[in-house]
């Protein structure tokens, strides 16, 4: 068994053959947490989780989607169901969700610098705005007692700062950072999730380097497809990929590292 701890089949990309990706996933034995990204697409995928064995879900507000008037919020069709004007955090909304026994994670939370605005003043108040829903998250996840799935693109640095105060367990999602972050994360409890981003950065030192009780694998589907599948689609069954490309790098066996990534997020997850 191989556990798929970050996919999107709750989203658009996969509403014209969800079944038949869903057939595939569960006739190769795979597990997949299917993570939210905003109260739609997080309520989607408790209900593929209960509808499936071998399904759960995580809920969560991304931060490129928190309501704001800061700058224009990008708008991907592969989601669906996006609202141009951002949502505002809900906790209460999140609990009730929560209560779902399908629900392993608070999920995608995190930072995003990535696209923002241009003027100081204005960066600085978005910035501001993701830091507080950010924790209000991690609040959620303490007082729920869940671990958290952290999404974190071009802020390392202020991911660490809150980080450190808090005390969680959970994933640094598709993990694009150098060996000095990844230890930091690591020493901090943190595992590192690898998913076919490793065709696009250079993480071969840290795979070599992080010790594999500290990395799950992902797909992050249906983005970030491993090359050997070329422009297909991402979907959960293309994790194997994952797991031989950290087995050839570490110099071990596909099945050392399915065993220990899925023991990994069995730990994590309670899965």
Not at 230 to 236: A, I, L, S, V, Y
Not at 247 to 255: N, T, Y
Request: charge should be negative; hydrophobic fraction near 40%.
């Amino acid at each position: 068994m191989i556990i798929d701890t970050h996919s999107h089949l709750n989203f658009k990309a996969y509403k014209n053959d969800l079944g038949e990706v869903i057939k595939r996933t569960l006739a190769e034995g795979l597990v997949c947490i299917n993570v939210g990204t905003k109260y739609e697409t997080s309520k989607d995928a408790i209900e593929l989780a209960e509808k499936y064995d071998g399904m759960y879900a995580a809920i969560g507000l991304h931060p490129i989607h928190i309501k704001t008037d800061l700058m224009k919020l990008r708008v991907d069709e592969d989601e669906g169901g996006f609202a141009p004007l951002g949502e505002e955090y809900n906790k209460e909304k999140y609990i009730e969700l929560a209560k779902n026994k399908k629900v392993v994670a608070i999920g995608e939370i995190g930072l995003d610098y990535y696209y923002k605005p241009k003027t100081k003043g204005r960066l600085e108040e978005f910035k501001e705005l993701q830091r507080k829903v950010f924790i209000q998250q991690l609040e959620l996840a303490e007082e729920l007692n869940l671990p958290v799935i952290i999404h974190c693109r071009s802020a390392f640095e202020d991911l660490y700062k809150i980080l450190q105060s808090k005390n969680l367990q959970g994933v640094i999602h598709c993990f694009t950072g150098n060996l000095q972050e990844a230890w930091r994360f690591v020493d901090l409890g943190f595992y590192l999730g690898i998913n076919g981003i490793i065709d696009k950065f250079d993480l071969n030192e840290v795979i070599k380097n992080i010790s594999l009780n500290k990395i799950i694998v992902e797909t992050d589907c249906p983005y970030l497809t491993p090359k050997v599948e070329g422009d297909k689609r991402n979907e959960p069954i293309f994790v194997k990929h994952v797991v031989q490309k950290i087995a050839d790098l570490r110099g071990i066996g596909f099945d050392e590292v399915a065993s220990a990534t899925t023991q990994n997020a069995k730990n994590l997850f309670g899965i």
